[in-house]
């Protein structure tokens, strides 16, 4: 396992399913699309539409396409 990113701020979190372990499949306020107390990943950082995450419980590291700010082709 990596250790959690020094830059790694609690009170920095995203709630986004983790590619990693998945934790989240089974938790009625993630399905629900509820931010839960217990499936939130660190928000290392943001770079137009792409946010930099790290889950705290497999410490897996990995990119996520929004969609939505800067970055992308607008969809005129």
Do not use: K
Request: aromatic share 8%.
């Amino acid at each position: 396992m990596l250790p959690i990113d020094p830059s790694a701020d609690l009170g920095r979190r995203a709630w986004v399913p983790c590619p990693g372990c998945g934790d989240h499949r089974d938790c009625a306020d993630c399905g629900a699309g509820r931010n839960c107390a217990d499936h939130w990943r660190y928000l290392l950082g943001v770079t137009g539409s792409r946010l930099h995450l790290q889950c705290p419980g497999c410490t897996h590291l990995w990119d996520h396409e929004t969609g939505f700010g800067a970055g992308g082709p607008r969809p005129f």
